[in-house]
């Protein structure tokens, strides 16, 4: 009411009485007298457009909704909590098996093949991998990778991280650039760095991919990751203060390293 007290109308479930007997005429005549304000209902939120932008987003899922023409490759930048049993492995399996085993191998007993193939072992014997998994790993090319210069300098860091997982805030217009960004408010974007090290003068990033691709077309495919890269370099400079000063795609099919 007027005085700013309320009036608390009780219901017996257990009686018959009905709840309309409780309230008075005067109570029906407030009801009756109230005026509806056509234009609040009539109201249109001005910024519904808005509704579709999300909160939270990968910078695989943004590349993609950037390149939605670009469905032929494969992203690999999260390790599921437990990888798949069947033997039918897609690349997309055989890609994360991969990355998991490089995130998880010691990188310092990689000088033979019989040092990885003793680790992958060992992550049999832990049920950290099946046999099947163990099978989908191509050990050539992750010896290979390591016996690269790329691999040789990772060796001789002080520091490098692995599936290192950070947060930065972008404009809704890195999603969309015609968008009307009034009363929005930037988006937290997630990215996981397979590799990095550190060197003297700066940060050394590295991407695998597990494509499928030749030699000669490795440069073509790489510029497919460009912008996930890119994304990638500007978080890790932001966290560390230290520029990114090499940004490498390696594909581990074809052993070849392209700097972007």
Known sequence: DTNGSFKIYTVDFNNNSNISDSV??????????TEFNSDAIDYVYPYMHLNTLPIKLSVSELKRRRMPEDNNVSYLNSVPA???????YGAA???TITHFFLQHIDIYKTDTLDDLNQQLDEMVKKSVLNISQKNAVDINSVYRFFESDLGRRLKSADRFEREYDFYMLV???ELDENINTDMSDDIILQGIADCFFFENDGIVLI???????????AEKRAINYKTQIEYY????????????????????NCKTAVKL
Do not use: C, H, Q
Not at 82 to 88: F, G, I, M, N, S
Not at 235 to 249: H, M, N, Q, T, W
């Open 24 to 33: 008075t005429d005067t109570d029906n005549e407030d009801i009756a007298n």
């Open 82 to 88: 437990t990888l798949a049993t069947t033997e039918d």
């Open 93 to 95: 399996e055989i890609g």
């Open 171 to 173: 404009p809704p217009t």
């Open 207 to 217: 991407d695998y991919k597990t494509d499928r691709v030749s030699e000669n077309n």
């Open 233 to 252: 370099s500007a978080g890790l400079s932001a966290i560390f203060d230290l520029p990114v000063k090499e940004r490498y795609i390696y594909f581990l």
